[in-house]
């Protein structure tokens, strides 16, 4: 059965134990004496499981406010060199709202 980080992470010591017991890795050597916080890392590993936990936007195009920020980045990076700290400010504005934003569609 293929598992996701997040299908580990639900499950009891024990369920982790019996999934360990059925793998031949160096990573879960010794599973039955690790506690969960030790085996969850170790059986993703053994099985190939990413255990960074990935973020899902809601309502919003997130690649399209990545592109604006880069371009922002851009101009402000002008505006530095041209000492207009009337634009820089304004472009600093628009990316802290565009980041707020972002992070409050973040699930």
């Known amino acids: ?21 059925g793998l031949e890795h ?3 050597q010794g599973y039955s004496q690790m506690n969960k ?3 969850l890392p170790a059986v993703c590993k053994a099985l190939g499981i990413d255990t960074h936990a ?6 919003l195009d997130k690649n399209a406010l990545k592109v604006r920020m880069r371009q ?4 402000r990076a002008k505006a530095l060199e041209a000492h207009d700290h009337v634009q820089l400010k304004a472009i600093r504005r628009q990316l802290h ?5 972002i992070r409050s569609a973040t699930v």
């Open 72 to 75: 922002l980045r851009a101009e």
């Open 97 to 101: 709202r565009l980041n707020r934003r």
């Open 26 to 28: 160096d990573a879960v």
């Open 37 to 39: 916080d030790h085996l």
């Open 1 to 21: 059965m293929a598992y996701s980080y997040e299908d580990l992470k639900k499950k009891t010591l024990e369920e982790l134990r019996e999934i360990a017991k």
């Open 54 to 59: 990935h973020h899902h936007t809601v309502g």
